[in-house]
């Protein structure tokens, strides 16, 4: 180990950095100046497991599988990074819980993987792998070995992003139709790009000639090309994937091939890599109308040394303690920041998510039934937080919470670098404000209010008949709607929502009711639910907070729940005898 000595004589360590994958030296090159680098290749994932708690940072490719398990063997790791693109071999969620920053190359090998398909798709279309093996066998096979142009041909694209959009300029170039379905494609960008944007995915499956995928591989994504998506193509279709394995069933895409409904496929990544022997990947690689390459996209010498200096240079900023420039984790904090500021990312998060549950259209019995989602908020920080350099983690930590419950989380990952633009895009305005009143006499050093403001009016009118006479005077479009919260021992705790005050945790399934302050209604809550099955885990009931206005005797009965509750069961607690409004939240 390198030890360099200092002018006291003492001695302090190299921090150490772990590569075991191939990395281009590029990068590696800059980080031998000031740390220890371990190339060490081959490591099983035991190997692998007992060794990292040496090293401050690990640099992987697609092999290395980092999982929770190896993540909390890793003691004094600060960060992952991805020389590539996709970290679905990364856990982010449990690195970000470490407190390891995740961060990855997004632009390095765009032009590699794009070029890549244009090779598969070329490759597929003239039966230049099939050629090449019958011409090398010494047979000269013209007629069998006609292919097809590609000019005038419809491609379709899944995920319109860097890659796909790379894939689309190329394409345009070839003279191809260009199609695509991807619900969060920026349309100028498409348009730009002579790309005609779909609303589904079975529309571009029936009109492609040629299809490609370009998305990351999630839950969204996971097998969306299957034996009932295959069936609805073109037996003159050809399907390229130089994405991810996993997002095409390759026993049925096997099948369809065998049968003629699907013409060929050029593919490049596979569910197991490598193949293991009779597996699905292995016989869909076997298959004669297969063009197949062992995950090459993103090899090329550019793209490697692309990569390789943008994620070394990313490792020095972190172990530097600055702030890198492609996080993954959202949202993103620095190193010595994370472990103060992570239980307000985590109730912020939380305070924006029961807005758009609870404030959102899901209320019971709520005369604000129909309200509009309302988009500018105040978020004030009082005491310590009030003093903190940078709020983006926070303010992040808020766009999530408010976006995630109303749109496909999977597809939109929302953190530091994109909230800004993610809540500008969807029209959200926050205004940050810090306040230094003193919190003396509260039993916290720190408190978040999230005020949503009543700039926007409601088209809200009473939908339930039959409870206008028993609810007081709803919310009114010019009241601001307030939710409150602090930390204390490292867990978030709500402590108002509007006018009713008590502390609870926000986290898995609440049913938040709000009712008349008289005797009964606990117990007809809670025999209503028993019922159900559905079990209670704790109860708390805010009463109105002081100085609140309206009706005297409302309380909030917030009650921590096991499992589902159902719209029938949540629709049976609201009623004379029962609750006002009742609403679940999922946290
Ligand atoms: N084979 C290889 O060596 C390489 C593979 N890749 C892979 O290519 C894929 C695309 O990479 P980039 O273009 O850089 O990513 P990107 O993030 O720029 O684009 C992905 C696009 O997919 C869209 N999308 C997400 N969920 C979707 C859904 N359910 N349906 C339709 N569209 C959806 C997103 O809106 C986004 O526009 C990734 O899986 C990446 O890992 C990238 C480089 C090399
Ligand atoms: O960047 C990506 O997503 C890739 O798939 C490239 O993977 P690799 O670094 O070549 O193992």
């Known amino acids: 180990m390198a030890i360099p000595v200092t002018r006291n004589g003492t001695t302090t360590p190299k921090p150490k950095i772990l590569i075991p994958e191939k990395v281009s030296p590029d990068g590696l090159a800059l980080l031998k100046q000031s740390f220890e680098v371990d190339e060490k290749k081959g490591l099983s994932p035991e190997e692998l497991e007992s060794i990292i ?18 993540l909390a063997a890793a003691k004094k790791l600060k960060v992952v990074a991805r020389a590539g693109v996709g970290v679905d071999n990364v856990d982010v969620e449990a690195a970000t819980k470490h407190g390891i920053i995740v961060v990855n190359s997004p632009s390095g090998n765009i032009n590699a993987a794009a070029e890549h398909t244009i090779a598969l798709m070329m490759a597929v279309a003239r039966n230049v792998s099939d050629a090449c093996s019958s011409i090398k066998a010494g047979k000269w096979e013209r007629s069998r070995l ?3 142009e590609t000019k005038g041909r419809t491609l379709a694209i899944v995920g319109l992003g860097k890659v796909g959009l790379t894939v689309a300029r190329i394409a345009n170039g070839l003279g191809m139709r260009l199609v695509a379905y991807d619900p969060y494609a920026n349309p100028n960008l498409a348009t730009a790009a002579s790309v005609t944007l779909k609303d589904s995915l079975a529309e571009i499956l029936k009109e ?17 090309i299957g034996a009932a998506e295959l069936a609805t193509m073109k037996p003159t279709a050809r399907i390229l994937n130089v994405a991810r394995g996993g997002m095409i069933d390759e026993d049925a895409l096997v099948e369809a091939l065998d049968a003629g409904t699907i013409a060929g496929a050029g593919i490049d990544v596979f569910t197991s890599e490598p193949p293991q022997p009779n597996s699905s990947a292995s016989r869909l690689i076997a298959h004669h109308k297969v063009v197949a390459t062992p995950h090459l996209g993103a090899s090329t010498k550019e793209a490697q040394e692309n990569v390789s200096i943008d994620v070394c240079e990313q490792v020095i900023s972190i172990l530097n303690g600055e702030l890198p420039r492609s996080a993954v984790n959202a949202p ?7 472990r103060t500021l992570q239980p307000f990312v985590n109730l912020i998060e939380k305070m924006g998510s029961i807005y758009t549950q609870h404030y959102g259209s899901h209320l019971t019995g709520s005369s604000t039934r129909s309200q509009t989602f309302r988009t500018s908020f105040d978020i004030i920080y009082e005491g310590s937080l ?25 597809g939109l990952n929302i953190n530091i670098v994109n909230a800004e633009l993610l809540a500008k895009e969807r029209g959200i305005l926050v205004n940050e404000i810090r306040s230094r009143e003193n919190l003396e006499d509260k039993p916290y050093s720190s408190f978040v209010t999230l005020r949503a403001r009543a700039t926007r009016s409601s088209s809200h009118k009473r939908t339930d008949k039959s409870h206008a006479e028993l609810a007081p005077q709803p919310l009114t479009p010019t009241e601001d709607q307030v939710i409150q919260g602090f930390v204390s021992a490292n867990k978030p705790y709500i402590s108002r929502l509007d006018r009713f005050q008590g502390e609870f945790i926000p986290q898995g399934t609440l049913l938040i009711c709000r009712n008349f302050d008289s005797c009964g209604k606990i ?19 805010a009463p109105l907070h002081e100085g609140a206005e309206g009706e005297r005797n409302e309380a909030l009965m917030i009650l921590g729940v096991d499992g589902e509750v159902g719209e029938g069961v949540v629709e049976g607690l609201v009623g004379e005898e029962g609750v006002l409004q009742a609403g679940v939240v999922c946290l």
């Open 53 to 70: 708690g040496e090293y401050e940072a690990l640099i992987v490719r697609s092999e290395t599988k980092v999982t929770a398990q190896l």
């Open 146 to 148: 006609v292919g097809i």
């Open 208 to 224: 492609a000639d040629f299809l490609t995928l370009h998305t990351p591989l999630i839950a969204s994504t996971k097998g969306m």
């Open 332 to 338: 993103l904090i620095l190193p010595e920041e994370y």
């Open 386 to 410: 009030s003093t903190l350099n940078t709020t983006k983690p926070l303010f992040a930590a808020l766009v999530k919470g408010l976006l995630t419950p109303i749109t496909s989380s999977d």
């Open 523 to 541: 117990g007809f809550v809670g025999s209503a639910l028993g019922r159900a099955g559905v079990n209670i885990n704790f109860m708390n009931v």
